[in-house]
């Protein structure tokens, strides 16, 4: 974990601690959780050059990825939606309303449907933010999708990026055929918002 919080600033570690206690509360899986979350920081660094975001939205997804999942409290169905729902309410959260919205909607966004303005959540934030929970959940998608077995699989991966498409070359310790297929799977949101064809390349090591 200290590899993930070492950058942070004073405020956003507390706010970071108070993520953890909420995520521990709702008794998170902590490998899969740490496990996405570094596969969605590694690919929101490959993918700078085409998003252009900057630390305070890497912050978000590192948050998101940490929360992601922890609607599984209320059990696996609609989970995405719970967790959505429980990082809106918690009074464990300091955050302000638009932040609650911002990280309630990249994680609602991590699987199920993308986004779509007939959502009450997603229609709430102005262009910009509607733009920005698009594109960190595009980048949480797939690194969900990279850890499908929750067997920490994938163990680093690079991107190249081209006019015509986004190639992600990851690096196993074993073979990852589920990982693979997920992680095409839910790549459509980041194929849809960088009008790019998404290709996972895979290298057991």
């Known amino acids: 974990m200290n590899d993930l919080t070492a950058s942070l600033q004073a405020d956003q570690l507390e706010i970071w601690n108070e993520s953890l206690t909420l995520a521990k509360a709702c008794d998170f899986e902590v490998g899969h959780s740490f496990q996405v979350i570094r596969l969605a920081l590694r690919l929101f660094d490959e993918l700078a050059p085409m998003h252009q975001l900057g630390s305070q939205e890497r912050f978000r997804l590192l948050l998101a990825g940490l929360l992601h999942d922890i609607g599984w409290a209320e059990g696996w169905k609609r989970h995405h939606k719970t967790s959505l729902n429980i990082i809106l309410t918690s009074p464990m959260l300091s955050f302000d309303h638009r932040e609650r919205l911002l990280i309630g909607s990249i994680c609602r966004y991590h699987r199920g449907a ?20 698009t594109q960190l959940s595009a980048i949480l998608r797939i690194a969900d999708g990279l850890d499908r077995t929750h067997r920490d699989i994938i163990r680093d991966l690079k991107a190249d990026i081209d006019k015509d498409t986004i190639r992600i070359s990851c690096h196993c310790s074993a073979p990852a055929g589920d990982e693979q297929h997920e992680g095409m799977n839910k790549g459509d949101l980041l194929e849809i918002t960088y009008h790019r064809k998404l290709i996972i390349e895979w290298t057991i090591k």
């Open 114 to 133: 993308l986004p779509n303005l007939k959502h009450d959540h997603f229609s709430s934030l102005d262009e910009k933010d509607r733009l920005l929970v």
